[in-house]
């Protein structure tokens, strides 16, 4: 328990709101759980909607000053998010893996890359370019900036708790934004435990403030009615993301959206069987499963099907279930007890419908909401998790026979975030990327996540682009001058 208490010592576990630990007006407060043993690990404030509302005057009023400073000045402090964040990055990475189950391993990944936004921010915050040009009618000069657009409300959800909400606020604050995050109910911790982190950085109280909340909903909603909130940026289910799309339609809000995947991993007969099993393994075992961007339908080729099936099988054998802070562990708990009731439900559905069970597929007896690594061959089409995020560990594998068949298989979704496809043959690959409707293609790649590229999804994944230059663009606001001197 004691080293426990140190990993939880200095983390703030009431709202975050200007620059201080706050109680929530109703002294309302809900827990944090172990997804590994079901233990408390801490009580944490939960916000009403007049604290979200504090919360909003907190930013607004931080906002003219913030917007004010020098590109370069935020860039600094930004800068130095980064550094202070890696020296950090240990307890950080600890404290993920408590609250949300994952191994160690895939915490401190996490962590690097949930770091990686405030430098690659800090580098590209200074590039926020206009344009100027000569209208070719009446000879005005058209002179194009872009300024920040005000105060964003940023929800994440729990399976990145650190990265979400670092590729949120990272461009936000470049930006000139300040922010008010919503982290998800399961794990809030980790963006508290920043807290003292960015202010001991340099961002000023009121530029991002954090109010955890099981009354999300609610507290929302109220935020993205008052006026003086300009940008939402969500990421989460798509369910969840329709709700907030309609409610940003009153005030017409910029929305960002990164929202729920089904993606295909495709390997065709030429694909080097090695390699592609590297990338599976990462593409559907990266934090066990719970990724939007989680293999979730494996189509390979019926010429390799045999040879693939049996590499990933062996591969997910040799995987270790249990406490993610354990050494050596690569197979967590999931995040929470719903969940894994829905792989046990999606598996169960895929058995009763013909898929084969190779590997796993049996809930552990005792505490803690793990799941097995699993492998799944002869997964029919009309199986509901073809169609459903399975947000677990489990591979689901069929075979196709040829190039256009299996295109129109894997885009036969709503969701269109990324897809991963292995083949030697370069110019296949591209002729085959060309033609997915997906906003990332992993060619030859099981991991497409860098902050310096655009991460986003087309049409029911999301709206809009994290990372790379177009994240910045999420929370700037176009003006152009019509000029004659
Ligand atoms: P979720 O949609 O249930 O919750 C996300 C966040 O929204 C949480 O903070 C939650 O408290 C909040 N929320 C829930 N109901 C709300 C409401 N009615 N109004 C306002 N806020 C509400 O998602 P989750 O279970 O936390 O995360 C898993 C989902 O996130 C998956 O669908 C996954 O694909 C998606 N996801 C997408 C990306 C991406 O970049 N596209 C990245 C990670 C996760």
């Not at 576990?13 to 043993?37: C, E, H, M, Q, Y």
């Not at 009580?43 to 020098?70: H, L």
């Not at 940003?248 to 390699?275: C, K, S, Y």
Request: proline content about 5%.
């Amino acid at each position: 328990m004691s080293k426990l208490d140190n990993l939880l010592d200095n983390v703030p576990t009431d709202l975050w709101i200007n620059g201080k630990g706050r109680k929530s007006s109703d002294g309302a407060r809900f827990d944090v759980i172990d997804p590994a043993t079901e233990q408390r690990i801490a009580s944490v404030a939960s916000a009403s909607i007049d604290d979200a509302n504090a919360a909003v005057t907190a930013a607004y009023e931080a906002f003219p000053a913030w917007a004010a400073r020098k590109p370069r000045e935020r860039g600094e402090i930004l800068r130095k998010a980064f550094t202070l964040m890696m020296r950090d990055a240990e307890r950080l990475a600890r404290l993920v893996t408590l609250e949300n189950g994952k191994p160690l391993s895939d915490s401190r990944g996490e962590v690097a890359y949930a770091a990686e936004f405030f430098r690659w921010y800090a580098e590209e915050g200074v590039r926020n370019l206009g344009a100027n040009s000569i209208s070719p009618a009446s000879g005005a000069r058209i002179f194009v900036h872009h300024k920040p657009a005000g105060v964003g409300v940023l929800v994440t959800p729990w399976n990145f708790p650190a990265a979400m909400a670092t590729r949120k606020i990272g461009p936000a604050l470049a930006a000139g934004c300040p922010v008010v995050l919503k982290p998800a109910s399961e794990t809030p911790l980790t963006m508290l435990a920043l807290m003292p982190i960015l202010e001991e950085a340099g961002v000023p109280a009121g530029v991002v403030n954090v109010i955890p909340s099981r009354r999300s909903g609610h507290v929302v909603d109220a935020m993205l009615h008052d006026p003086r909130v300009r940008v939402v940026s969500f990421t989460g289910s798509t369910d969840v993301g329709r709700r907030l799309l309609r409610s940003a339609a009153d005030n017409v809000l910029n929305t960002a959206m990164e929202l729920g995947g089904n993606a295909p991993f495709i390997v065709f007969d030429d694909a080097d069987i090695d390699a592609a099993i590297e990338g599976a393994m990462i593409a559907k075992m990266r934090n066990m499963g719970e990724a939007c961007t989680a293999a979730n339908r494996f189509y390979v080729h019926e010429k390799v099907s045999d040879e693939f099936t049996e590499k990933l099988a062996v591969k997910m054998t040799s995987l270790k279930m249990g406490n993610g802070l354990h050494d050596g562990v690569a197979v967590g708990p999931l995040a929470n007890a719903e969940g894994r009731d829905k792989v046990i439900e999606l598996v169960d559905d895929a058995v009763g419908k013909g898929a084969k069970v190779l590997i796993g597929g049996k809930k552990p007896e005792g505490r803690g909401y793990f799941y097995p690594a699993t492998v799944l061959a002869n997964v029919p089409d009309n199986a509901k998790m073809v169609r459903e995020e399975i947000f677990g560990p489990v591979a689901s594998l069929q075979t196709f026979k040829d190039e256009a068949e299996v295109i129109r298989r894997a885009n036969d979704t709503e969701y269109g975030l990324v897809a991963y496809l292995y083949t030697r043959d370069v110019g296949r690959g591209m002729r085959v990327s060309e033609q997915l409707d997906f906003g990332m293609i992993g060619l030859n790649r099981g991991l497409v996540s860098d902050p310096a590229a655009p991460f986003g999804g087309m049409k029911q994944s999301g709206i809009g682009r994290e990372g790379a230059h177009e994240g910045l663009r999420e929370f700037l606001e176009t003006q152009y001058v019509s000029l004659n001197w």
